[in-house]
Protein backbone atom coordinates (compact mmCIF):
# COMPACT_ATOMS: atom_id res chain seq x y z
CA UNK A 1 0.00 0.00 0.00
CA UNK A 2 1.23 3.63 -0.49
CA UNK A 3 -0.18 6.72 0.60
CA UNK A 4 0.46 10.48 -0.71
CA UNK A 5 -0.81 13.35 0.34
CA UNK A 6 -0.88 16.85 -1.20
CA UNK A 7 -1.93 20.41 0.35
CA UNK A 8 -4.22 22.74 -1.13
CA UNK A 9 -3.31 26.58 -1.44
CA UNK A 10 -3.88 30.18 -0.53
CA UNK A 11 -2.47 33.05 -3.13
CA UNK A 12 -1.83 35.62 -0.85
CA UNK A 13 -0.20 38.11 -3.65
CA UNK A 14 0.94 37.83 -6.87
CA UNK A 15 -2.75 37.37 -8.58
CA UNK A 16 -2.94 37.68 -12.24
CA UNK A 17 0.51 38.64 -12.44
CA UNK A 18 1.85 34.95 -11.22
CA UNK A 19 0.32 34.05 -14.79
CA UNK A 20 3.75 35.81 -16.31
CA UNK A 21 7.10 34.62 -15.71
CA UNK A 22 7.96 38.02 -15.24
CA UNK A 23 6.63 38.83 -11.87
CA UNK A 24 6.18 36.01 -8.59
CA UNK A 25 3.47 35.35 -6.27
CA UNK A 26 3.61 34.46 -3.06
CA UNK A 27 1.75 31.08 -2.33
CA UNK A 28 0.91 29.43 1.17
CA UNK A 29 0.42 25.59 1.49
CA UNK A 30 -2.46 24.83 3.70
CA UNK A 31 -2.62 22.27 6.07
CA UNK A 32 -5.50 20.62 4.08
CA UNK A 33 -4.54 17.87 2.23
CA UNK A 34 -5.64 15.32 -1.01
CA UNK A 35 -5.09 11.90 -0.11
CA UNK A 36 -4.41 8.92 -2.74
CA UNK A 37 -4.61 5.38 -1.26
CA UNK A 38 -3.10 2.88 -3.88
CA UNK A 39 -3.17 -0.80 -2.88
CA UNK A 40 -2.38 -3.99 -5.34
CA UNK A 41 -5.85 -5.71 -5.45
CA UNK A 42 -6.72 -9.44 -5.76
CA UNK A 43 -7.91 -10.99 -8.84
CA UNK A 44 -8.40 -8.03 -11.07
CA UNK A 45 -5.31 -8.61 -13.28
CA UNK A 46 -5.03 -5.63 -15.59
CA UNK A 47 -7.43 -3.33 -13.86
CA UNK A 48 -7.82 -0.07 -11.83
CA UNK A 49 -10.50 0.54 -9.67
CA UNK A 50 -10.73 4.33 -8.97
CA UNK A 51 -13.22 5.46 -6.13
CA UNK A 52 -13.84 8.62 -4.33
CA UNK A 53 -16.00 7.87 -1.00
CA UNK A 54 -16.84 11.22 -0.51
CA UNK A 55 -19.72 11.42 -3.52
CA UNK A 56 -22.39 9.87 -5.17
CA UNK A 57 -21.74 6.77 -7.81
CA UNK A 58 -17.49 8.25 -7.87
CA UNK A 59 -16.35 5.07 -9.05
CA UNK A 60 -14.52 4.58 -11.93
CA UNK A 61 -13.17 1.48 -13.55
CA UNK A 62 -10.42 0.98 -16.30
CA UNK A 63 -9.27 -2.04 -17.97
CA UNK A 64 -5.64 -2.29 -18.90
CA UNK A 65 -5.22 -4.03 -22.62
CA UNK A 66 -1.99 -5.25 -23.90
CA UNK A 67 -0.21 -6.24 -27.50
CA UNK A 68 2.50 -6.86 -29.54
CA UNK A 69 1.45 -4.26 -32.55
CA UNK A 70 2.36 -0.55 -32.58
CA UNK A 71 -1.38 -0.07 -33.53
CA UNK A 72 -3.52 2.19 -31.17
CA UNK A 73 -6.92 -0.21 -30.41
CA UNK A 74 -10.15 2.51 -29.80
CA UNK A 75 -12.05 1.15 -26.91
CA UNK A 76 -15.57 0.09 -28.15
CA UNK A 77 -18.55 2.91 -28.08
CA UNK A 78 -19.26 3.77 -24.24
CA UNK A 79 -16.01 3.26 -22.88
CA UNK A 80 -13.19 5.88 -22.73
CA UNK A 81 -9.99 4.73 -24.42
CA UNK A 82 -6.78 5.72 -21.71
CA UNK A 83 -3.87 4.85 -23.09
CA UNK A 84 -1.87 3.14 -26.27
CA UNK A 85 1.42 2.37 -26.38
CA UNK A 86 3.99 0.02 -28.08
CA UNK A 87 5.59 -3.62 -28.61
CA UNK A 88 5.60 -5.34 -25.03
CA UNK A 89 3.86 -2.44 -23.40
CA UNK A 90 -0.22 -0.75 -22.35
CA UNK A 91 -2.44 -0.80 -25.65
CA UNK A 92 -5.29 1.03 -23.97
CA UNK A 93 -6.89 1.70 -21.08
CA UNK A 94 -10.75 1.32 -21.34
CA UNK A 95 -13.39 3.15 -18.68
CA UNK A 96 -16.60 1.97 -17.66
CA UNK A 97 -18.71 1.05 -14.12
CA UNK A 98 -19.41 4.58 -13.35
CA UNK A 99 -22.07 7.07 -15.41
CA UNK A 100 -20.32 10.07 -15.26
CA UNK A 101 -16.78 10.53 -16.46
CA UNK A 102 -13.68 12.43 -14.47
CA UNK A 103 -11.16 13.81 -17.09
CA UNK A 104 -8.77 14.37 -14.19
CA UNK A 105 -8.38 11.09 -12.78
CA UNK A 106 -8.67 9.41 -16.36
CA UNK A 107 -5.77 11.56 -16.89
CA UNK A 108 -3.92 11.33 -14.53
CA UNK A 109 -3.99 7.90 -14.68
CA UNK A 110 -3.23 7.81 -18.59
CA UNK A 111 -0.41 10.20 -18.93
CA UNK A 112 1.57 8.65 -15.69
CA UNK A 113 1.04 5.06 -16.37
CA UNK A 114 2.27 6.05 -20.40
CA UNK A 115 5.66 8.16 -18.32
CA UNK A 116 6.05 5.18 -15.98
CA UNK A 117 6.20 3.11 -19.15
CA UNK A 118 9.00 5.42 -20.83
CA UNK A 119 11.29 5.14 -17.95
CA UNK A 120 10.77 1.65 -16.54
CA UNK A 121 9.78 -0.39 -19.60
CA UNK A 122 6.32 -2.05 -20.49
CA UNK A 123 7.34 -5.21 -18.80
CA UNK A 124 7.09 -3.24 -15.47
CA UNK A 125 4.16 -1.84 -15.82
CA UNK A 126 2.58 -4.78 -16.66
CA UNK A 127 4.08 -6.64 -13.82
CA UNK A 128 2.66 -3.74 -11.65
CA UNK A 129 -0.61 -4.34 -13.13
CA UNK A 130 -0.72 -7.97 -12.74
CA UNK A 131 -3.17 -7.97 -10.23
CA UNK A 132 -4.56 -4.98 -10.72
CA UNK A 133 -4.74 -1.77 -8.30
CA UNK A 134 -7.32 -0.53 -6.04
CA UNK A 135 -7.10 3.79 -5.88
CA UNK A 136 -8.70 5.91 -3.32
CA UNK A 137 -8.73 9.62 -3.15
CA UNK A 138 -10.18 11.67 -0.31
CA UNK A 139 -10.16 15.18 0.33
CA UNK A 140 -10.11 17.06 3.92
CA UNK A 141 -13.44 18.82 4.37
CA UNK A 142 -12.24 21.73 3.86
CA UNK A 143 -12.06 21.76 0.04
CA UNK A 144 -15.62 21.83 -0.22
CA UNK A 145 -18.23 23.90 1.51
CA UNK A 146 -19.38 22.36 4.67
CA UNK A 147 -22.63 24.62 5.33
CA UNK A 148 -25.07 21.79 4.84
CA UNK A 149 -23.22 19.90 7.43
CA UNK A 150 -23.49 22.75 9.94
CA UNK A 151 -26.60 23.06 9.15
CA UNK A 152 -27.29 19.62 9.44
CA UNK A 153 -26.00 19.47 12.51
CA UNK A 154 -27.62 22.72 13.81
CA UNK A 155 -24.45 24.09 14.51
CA UNK A 156 -22.92 27.59 13.62
CA UNK A 157 -19.98 28.39 11.46
CA UNK A 158 -17.56 28.13 13.81
CA UNK A 159 -13.56 26.53 13.79
CA UNK A 160 -14.95 24.87 17.01
CA UNK A 161 -18.10 23.50 15.12
CA UNK A 162 -16.17 21.98 12.17
CA UNK A 163 -13.83 19.81 13.91
CA UNK A 164 -17.28 18.47 15.31
CA UNK A 165 -18.00 16.87 11.41
CA UNK A 166 -15.79 13.82 10.64
CA UNK A 167 -13.11 13.81 8.86
CA UNK A 168 -13.67 12.99 5.10
CA UNK A 169 -17.51 13.34 5.62
CA UNK A 170 -19.67 12.04 2.76
CA UNK A 171 -21.09 15.33 1.15
CA UNK A 172 -24.05 13.49 -0.21
CA UNK A 173 -23.83 14.41 -3.74
CA UNK A 174 -22.36 13.92 -7.50
CA UNK A 175 -19.34 15.27 -7.87
CA UNK A 176 -20.30 17.70 -10.50
CA UNK A 177 -22.25 19.52 -7.80
CA UNK A 178 -19.77 19.86 -5.13
CA UNK A 179 -19.55 23.77 -3.58
CA UNK A 180 -15.21 23.82 -3.77
CA UNK A 181 -14.07 26.42 -1.59
CA UNK A 182 -10.97 27.60 -3.97
CA UNK A 183 -8.21 26.07 -2.43
CA UNK A 184 -7.11 24.57 -5.11
CA UNK A 185 -8.68 20.61 -5.02
CA UNK A 186 -7.87 19.45 -8.25
CA UNK A 187 -4.16 20.29 -8.02
CA UNK A 188 -3.83 18.50 -5.04
CA UNK A 189 -5.76 15.85 -6.34
CA UNK A 190 -3.30 15.13 -9.34
CA UNK A 191 -0.33 15.80 -7.71
CA UNK A 192 -1.33 13.12 -4.93
CA UNK A 193 -2.02 10.72 -7.55
CA UNK A 194 0.42 11.06 -9.85
CA UNK A 195 3.21 10.26 -6.98
CA UNK A 196 1.51 7.54 -5.61
CA UNK A 197 1.72 6.07 -8.64
CA UNK A 198 4.85 6.77 -9.29
CA UNK A 199 5.66 5.42 -5.89
CA UNK A 200 3.72 2.22 -5.33
CA UNK A 201 5.31 1.16 -9.45
CA UNK A 202 8.56 1.74 -8.03
CA UNK A 203 9.74 4.17 -10.68
CA UNK A 204 12.37 5.32 -8.21
CA UNK A 205 13.00 2.63 -5.90
CA UNK A 206 13.00 3.00 -2.20
CA UNK A 207 11.71 6.76 -1.52
CA UNK A 208 11.53 8.90 1.47
CA UNK A 209 9.75 12.06 0.76
CA UNK A 210 10.68 13.61 3.67
CA UNK A 211 14.42 13.75 2.48
CA UNK A 212 13.70 15.91 -0.07
CA UNK A 213 15.30 14.43 -3.35
CA UNK A 214 15.09 17.17 -5.70
CA UNK A 215 15.01 14.84 -8.80
CA UNK A 216 12.18 12.68 -7.13
CA UNK A 217 10.27 15.87 -6.22
CA UNK A 218 10.50 17.82 -9.53
CA UNK A 219 9.77 14.84 -11.76
CA UNK A 220 6.57 14.33 -10.18
CA UNK A 221 5.93 18.27 -10.63
CA UNK A 222 6.66 18.48 -14.06
CA UNK A 223 4.23 15.66 -15.02
CA UNK A 224 1.53 16.59 -11.96
CA UNK A 225 2.15 20.66 -14.10
CA UNK A 226 1.49 19.14 -17.26
CA UNK A 227 -1.55 16.70 -16.48
CA UNK A 228 -3.00 19.20 -14.45
CA UNK A 229 -2.75 21.52 -17.86
CA UNK A 230 -4.20 18.54 -20.04
CA UNK A 231 -7.50 18.16 -17.69
CA UNK A 232 -7.88 21.49 -17.76
CA UNK A 233 -7.47 22.85 -21.26
CA UNK A 234 -5.07 25.42 -20.89
CA UNK A 235 -1.21 26.14 -19.56
CA UNK A 236 -2.39 27.43 -16.26
CA UNK A 237 0.31 29.19 -13.92
CA UNK A 238 1.20 26.52 -11.62
CA UNK A 239 1.50 28.07 -8.41
CA UNK A 240 -1.45 25.36 -7.03
CA UNK A 241 0.54 22.40 -8.31
CA UNK A 242 3.78 23.55 -7.38
CA UNK A 243 2.92 24.75 -3.93
CA UNK A 244 1.02 21.42 -3.48
CA UNK A 245 4.69 19.65 -4.36
CA UNK A 246 6.66 22.30 -2.53
CA UNK A 247 4.71 23.46 0.10
CA UNK A 248 4.74 27.47 0.95
CA UNK A 249 6.95 28.98 -1.05
CA UNK A 250 7.29 32.41 -3.56
CA UNK A 251 6.51 31.38 -7.20
CA UNK A 252 7.68 32.49 -10.62
CA UNK A 253 5.94 30.14 -13.15
CA UNK A 254 7.61 28.03 -15.91
CA UNK A 255 7.66 28.93 -19.67
CA UNK A 256 4.60 27.99 -20.82
CA UNK A 257 6.14 26.79 -24.37
CA UNK A 258 7.82 23.88 -22.11
CA UNK A 259 4.69 21.35 -22.14
CA UNK A 260 3.26 23.09 -25.33
CA UNK A 261 3.80 20.42 -28.07
CA UNK A 262 2.53 17.67 -25.46
CA UNK A 263 -0.80 19.56 -25.21
CA UNK A 264 -1.33 19.13 -29.08
CA UNK A 265 -0.76 15.67 -29.18
CA UNK A 266 -2.58 12.54 -28.45
CA UNK A 267 -1.24 9.34 -25.88
CA UNK A 268 1.34 7.52 -27.42
CA UNK A 269 1.76 10.39 -30.48
CA UNK A 270 4.71 12.01 -28.50
CA UNK A 271 6.92 10.68 -25.63
CA UNK A 272 6.23 12.64 -22.38
CA UNK A 273 10.19 11.67 -20.73
CA UNK A 274 12.53 14.19 -22.70
CA UNK A 275 9.92 16.89 -21.87
CA UNK A 276 8.97 15.95 -18.34
CA UNK A 277 12.40 14.86 -17.19
CA UNK A 278 14.19 17.15 -14.34
CA UNK A 279 16.93 17.17 -16.43
CA UNK A 280 15.34 19.14 -19.54
CA UNK A 281 16.23 22.80 -18.70
CA UNK A 282 13.42 24.42 -20.58
CA UNK A 283 11.62 23.73 -17.14
CA UNK A 284 12.09 27.65 -15.83
CA UNK A 285 10.30 28.25 -12.83
CA UNK A 286 11.66 29.10 -9.16
CA UNK A 287 10.64 28.28 -5.86
CA UNK A 288 12.25 30.42 -2.79
CA UNK A 289 10.79 28.98 -0.04
CA UNK A 290 8.96 30.65 2.70
CA UNK A 291 6.97 30.39 6.10
CA UNK A 292 4.84 32.65 7.53
CA UNK A 293 6.22 34.47 10.41
CA UNK A 294 6.50 32.62 13.61
CA UNK A 295 3.17 33.11 16.23
CA UNK A 296 1.57 33.92 13.56
CA UNK A 297 -2.12 32.11 11.87
CA UNK A 298 -3.18 32.02 8.58
CA UNK A 299 -7.13 32.34 8.78
CA UNK A 300 -9.35 30.86 5.89
CA UNK A 301 -12.75 31.78 5.44
CA UNK A 302 -15.56 30.65 2.77
CA UNK A 303 -17.68 33.18 1.42
CA UNK A 304 -20.70 32.90 -0.21
CA UNK A 305 -20.59 32.24 -3.77
CA UNK A 306 -17.58 32.20 -6.46
CA UNK A 307 -16.88 34.47 -9.35
CA UNK A 308 -15.66 33.59 -12.85
CA UNK A 309 -11.94 33.94 -12.59
CA UNK A 310 -11.15 32.57 -16.25
CA UNK A 311 -13.54 35.56 -17.96
CA UNK A 312 -12.22 38.15 -15.05
CA UNK A 313 -8.26 37.36 -15.93
CA UNK A 314 -8.79 38.26 -19.55
CA UNK A 315 -10.18 41.39 -18.58
CA UNK A 316 -7.26 41.65 -15.93
CA UNK A 317 -4.66 40.89 -18.28
CA UNK A 318 -5.22 43.50 -20.70
CA UNK A 319 -4.43 46.13 -18.23
CA UNK A 320 -0.51 48.37 -19.23
CA UNK A 321 2.21 46.90 -18.09
CA UNK A 322 3.32 49.84 -15.72
CA UNK A 323 0.64 48.93 -13.59
CA UNK A 324 1.73 45.50 -13.29
CA UNK A 325 4.95 46.97 -12.34
CA UNK A 326 3.94 48.62 -9.65
CA UNK A 327 1.43 45.85 -8.42
CA UNK A 328 4.34 43.45 -8.39
CA UNK A 329 6.88 45.94 -6.58
CA UNK A 330 3.48 46.03 -3.78
CA UNK A 331 3.79 42.04 -4.16
CA UNK A 332 7.14 41.73 -2.94
CA UNK A 333 6.91 44.42 0.12
CA UNK A 334 4.67 41.54 1.43
CA UNK A 335 6.87 38.74 0.95
CA UNK A 336 9.99 40.70 1.86
CA UNK A 337 8.27 42.18 5.16
CA UNK A 338 7.42 38.94 6.16
CA UNK A 339 10.42 37.17 4.99
CA UNK A 340 11.78 39.79 7.37
CA UNK A 341 9.37 38.97 10.62
CA UNK A 342 10.84 35.56 10.10
CA UNK A 343 14.69 36.46 10.22
CA UNK A 344 13.74 38.65 13.16
CA UNK A 345 12.10 35.70 15.21
CA UNK A 346 15.26 33.78 14.68
CA UNK A 347 17.82 36.82 16.20
CA UNK A 348 15.24 37.91 18.64
CA UNK A 349 13.41 35.77 19.55
CA UNK A 350 12.26 36.93 23.37
CA UNK A 351 12.01 40.93 21.98
CA UNK A 352 10.20 39.36 19.02
CA UNK A 353 7.43 37.83 21.29
CA UNK A 354 7.42 40.94 23.57
CA UNK A 355 6.67 43.24 20.67
CA UNK A 356 3.27 40.80 19.93
CA UNK A 357 2.46 41.42 23.32
CA UNK A 358 2.63 45.08 22.96
CA UNK A 359 0.85 45.08 19.56
CA UNK A 360 -2.06 42.49 19.86
CA UNK A 361 -3.79 44.09 21.90
CA UNK A 362 -4.14 47.34 19.24
CA UNK A 363 -5.63 47.48 15.57
CA UNK A 364 -2.78 47.36 13.10
CA UNK A 365 -3.79 50.58 12.26
CA UNK A 366 -2.05 52.40 15.30
CA UNK A 367 1.03 50.34 15.58
CA UNK A 368 3.03 52.99 13.74
CA UNK A 369 2.33 55.23 16.66
CA UNK A 370 3.58 52.63 19.15
CA UNK A 371 7.06 54.19 20.76
CA UNK A 372 9.55 52.37 23.41
CA UNK A 373 12.45 52.37 25.39
CA UNK A 374 14.20 49.12 23.96
CA UNK A 375 15.42 49.56 20.36
CA UNK A 376 14.82 46.07 19.19
CA UNK A 377 11.78 45.92 20.43
CA UNK A 378 10.44 49.42 18.59
CA UNK A 379 12.01 48.45 15.53
CA UNK A 380 10.34 44.93 15.46
CA UNK A 381 7.08 46.18 15.96
CA UNK A 382 7.94 49.03 13.01
CA UNK A 383 8.27 45.43 11.03
CA UNK A 384 4.88 44.62 11.51
CA UNK A 385 3.62 47.68 10.81
CA UNK A 386 5.75 47.27 7.28
CA UNK A 387 3.82 44.28 6.82
CA UNK A 388 -0.12 45.50 7.70
CA UNK A 389 0.81 48.40 5.24
CA UNK A 390 2.57 46.58 2.54
CA UNK A 391 -0.69 43.69 2.96
CA UNK A 392 -3.17 47.50 2.85
CA UNK A 393 -1.08 48.62 -0.41
CA UNK A 394 -1.70 45.32 -2.21
CA UNK A 395 -5.57 45.15 -1.55
CA UNK A 396 -5.74 48.94 -2.54
CA UNK A 397 -4.07 48.13 -6.03
CA UNK A 398 -5.63 45.27 -6.91
CA UNK A 399 -9.77 46.86 -6.09
CA UNK A 400 -8.40 49.88 -8.07
CA UNK A 401 -7.35 47.06 -11.09
CA UNK A 402 -10.95 45.64 -10.65
CA UNK A 403 -12.42 48.85 -10.89
CA UNK A 404 -10.51 49.97 -13.87
CA UNK A 405 -10.92 46.78 -15.95
CA UNK A 406 -15.02 46.16 -15.23
CA UNK A 407 -14.42 43.29 -12.77
CA UNK A 408 -15.41 42.54 -9.10
CA UNK A 409 -11.27 41.31 -7.97
CA UNK A 410 -12.54 42.71 -4.46
CA UNK A 411 -16.02 43.81 -4.78
CA UNK A 412 -17.09 45.82 -2.06
CA UNK A 413 -19.28 43.45 0.21
CA UNK A 414 -15.09 42.25 0.42
CA UNK A 415 -14.18 45.59 1.41
CA UNK A 416 -16.44 45.95 4.07
CA UNK A 417 -15.61 42.95 5.62
CA UNK A 418 -11.77 42.75 4.96
CA UNK A 419 -12.22 46.58 6.73
CA UNK A 420 -13.64 45.17 9.69
CA UNK A 421 -11.37 42.29 10.05
CA UNK A 422 -8.13 44.28 10.18
CA UNK A 423 -9.51 46.63 12.72
CA UNK A 424 -9.60 44.00 14.91
CA UNK A 425 -7.02 44.02 17.59
CA UNK A 426 -3.98 41.60 16.48
CA UNK A 427 -5.07 41.01 12.83
CA UNK A 428 -2.21 41.79 10.32
CA UNK A 429 -4.04 42.01 7.64
CA UNK A 430 -5.69 40.42 5.04
CA UNK A 431 -6.84 40.32 1.30
CA UNK A 432 -8.99 38.16 -1.47
CA UNK A 433 -7.19 35.35 -2.34
CA UNK A 434 -5.19 34.30 -6.04
CA UNK A 435 -7.75 36.07 -8.78
CA UNK A 436 -10.28 37.54 -6.51
CA UNK A 437 -13.99 37.54 -6.47
CA UNK A 438 -16.94 36.94 -3.80
CA UNK A 439 -15.63 33.03 -2.64
CA UNK A 440 -13.24 33.40 0.16
CA UNK A 441 -10.75 35.98 2.27
CA UNK A 442 -7.69 35.05 4.54
CA UNK A 443 -6.48 36.77 7.09
CA UNK A 444 -3.09 36.75 9.40
CA UNK A 445 -3.48 37.15 12.46
CA UNK A 446 -1.11 37.43 15.93
CA UNK A 447 -1.72 33.79 17.93
CA UNK A 448 -0.24 34.17 21.76
CA UNK A 449 -1.05 31.28 24.14
CA UNK A 450 -1.89 33.79 26.88
CA UNK A 451 -5.34 34.32 27.53
CA UNK A 452 -4.66 37.12 29.68
CA UNK A 453 -3.80 39.21 25.69
CA UNK A 454 -7.02 38.39 24.30
CA UNK A 455 -7.29 36.28 21.51
CA UNK A 456 -7.72 37.85 17.94
CA UNK A 457 -8.81 34.45 16.55
CA UNK A 458 -11.69 34.24 18.40
CA UNK A 459 -12.43 38.16 17.84
CA UNK A 460 -12.51 37.31 13.93
CA UNK A 461 -14.57 34.31 14.30
CA UNK A 462 -17.23 36.50 16.53
CA UNK A 463 -16.96 39.60 13.68
CA UNK A 464 -17.84 36.68 11.21
CA UNK A 465 -20.82 35.06 13.26
CA UNK A 466 -22.42 38.58 13.43
CA UNK A 467 -22.21 39.70 9.60
CA UNK A 468 -25.34 40.50 8.19
CA UNK A 469 -24.30 41.29 4.74
CA UNK A 470 -22.84 37.95 3.94
CA UNK A 471 -22.51 34.71 4.97
CA UNK A 472 -19.09 33.98 6.34
CA UNK A 473 -18.08 30.86 7.49
CA UNK A 474 -14.36 29.51 8.48
CA UNK A 475 -12.45 27.00 7.47
CA UNK A 476 -10.00 24.50 9.45
CA UNK A 477 -7.13 25.31 7.38
CA UNK A 478 -3.75 26.28 8.34
CA UNK A 479 -0.25 26.71 6.84
CA UNK A 480 1.14 23.49 6.38
CA UNK A 481 4.19 23.60 8.27
CA UNK A 482 5.56 20.29 6.50
CA UNK A 483 6.63 19.90 2.78
CA UNK A 484 4.10 19.79 0.16
CA UNK A 485 3.83 16.44 -1.44
CA UNK A 486 4.59 13.68 1.44
CA UNK A 487 4.44 9.96 2.03
CA UNK A 488 1.82 8.85 4.90
CA UNK A 489 0.89 5.97 7.12
CA UNK A 490 -2.30 5.03 6.69
CA UNK A 491 -3.66 4.47 10.33
CA UNK A 492 -1.96 7.92 10.98
CA UNK A 493 -4.41 10.09 9.39
CA UNK A 494 -7.57 10.47 11.29
CA UNK A 495 -10.43 8.51 9.81
CA UNK A 496 -8.57 8.06 6.65
CA UNK A 497 -8.94 4.10 6.94
CA UNK A 498 -12.54 4.76 8.14
CA UNK A 499 -13.79 6.53 5.12
CA UNK A 500 -12.21 4.38 2.83
CA UNK A 501 -14.70 1.73 3.25
CA UNK A 502 -17.83 3.92 2.43
CA UNK A 503 -19.55 3.74 -0.42
CA UNK A 504 -22.33 6.37 -1.68
CA UNK A 505 -24.73 4.18 -4.24
Same mark, same amino acid.
Given at each position: ???????G??????????????Y???V???????????E???????????????????????R?????????????????P???????T?????Y?????K????????E????????????????????????????????????????E??????????L???????P?????E???????????A????????????L?????????????????????????????????????????????????Y?????????????S??????????????????????????L?????????????????????? *??????? &???? =???? $????? !??? +???????Y??????Y??A???I?????????S?????????????????????????????K????????????????????????????????V?????????W???????D?????P????? *??????? &???? =???? $????? !??? +????????????A????F???
Amino acid at each position: MTVTSAPGKVLIAGGYLVLDPLYSGLVIAASSRFYTVVEDAIGKSNTIVVKSPQFIGAIWEYRVSFSSDYKLELAPEGLVPLLSSHVETLSDLTYRASESKNKFVQLALERTLQLIKEMKGGEHVRNALQNGLDVTILGDNDFYSQRSQLEKRNLPPSLESLRKIPPFVPLGVKIENVHKTGMGSSAALITSVVGSLMIHLKVFGSVDLSRDIEETRRLIHNAAQYIHCLAQGKVGSGFDVSSAIFGSHIYTRFDPKVIQPLMESSIGETSLLPTLSPENNAWTYRVQPFRLPPLTRLLLADVDAGSDSPSMAS *KVLKWPL &EYWT =SLDQ $ANMVV !SQA +LLKLSESYRVHPIEYSTALKTIVLRPAVEWHSLTGKNGVVFELIQHFDRAYRAIQAVRQQMKRMGELAGVPIEPDEQTRLLDSCTGVPGVIGGGVPGAGGYDAIWILIIELDDASLGSPLANVQ *KLWQGWQ &EMNV =SPLL $AEESL !SSG +LRMEQLNEVNGLAEAMKFVQE
